[in-house]
């Protein structure tokens, strides 16, 4: 079976930095996304990584290392609306673009 | 860039009743669709694989005679809760691969479905 593992909830102040993990077990890999997802709403991509490696993309980065199942999204100069569910996902090969997700961490960004 | 639309945003139904849900790929053809459902503060989880021309194909667990998914053309796929209950009652997602090898995927606004 699949298992993506993140927090489930984590806390920051205005204007910091703040790194959500991700670990996971998958049958294959073929790309680890993240997501953002505000409350009712849909997600929307946030990142993509393959290789091994930092991936910037202005506040936010995301990192993955292959060999230990890991990845990490980094948020800087946090804003208040950066509060939102950040979700994991993981591509395994298959016939299909199917993404299996990670339960999520919700981020609340604080003044 | 690539958008998906999805209808209708909310809605509410009385038990034993069905309702369909459309997702709409715009400016773009989408032969593979997916549907995700989601629940209070859990992930997402994929129901289907809505595939243009030939049958869907369902995730287990998941009822293909109670999710009915129907992909009839390039551009749109439907998702019908056939007689519908309280348990039902959930965050309905879908989405298409898009971008440059459909690495991404772009979802759509989402239904609300409550079942009453």
Known sequence: GQNIDQPTEMTATEGAIVQINCTYQTSGFNGLFWYQQHAGEAPTFLSYNVLDGLEEKGRFSSFLSRSKGYSYLLLKELQMKDSASYLCAVRVPSGYSTLTFGKGTMLLVSP | ?116
């Open chain 2, 1 to 116: 860039g690539a958008v998906v639309s999805q209808h209708p945003s909310r809605v509410i139904c009385k038990s034993g009743t069905s309702v369909k849900i459309e997702c709409r790929s715009l400016d773009f053809q989408a032969t593979t669709m997916f549907w995700y459902r989601q629940f209070p503060k859990k992930s997402l989880m994929l129901m289907a694989t809505s595939n243009e021309g030939s049958k869907a194909t369902y995730e287990q667990g998941v009822e293909k005679d109670k999710f009915l998914i129907n992909h009839a053309s390039l551009t749109l796929s439907t998702l019908t809760v056939t007689s519908a209950h309280p348990e039902d009652s959930s965050f309905y997602i879908c989405s298409a691969p898009t971008g440059a090898g459909a690495n991404v995927l772009t979802f759509g606004a989402g239904s609300r479905l409550t079942v009453l």
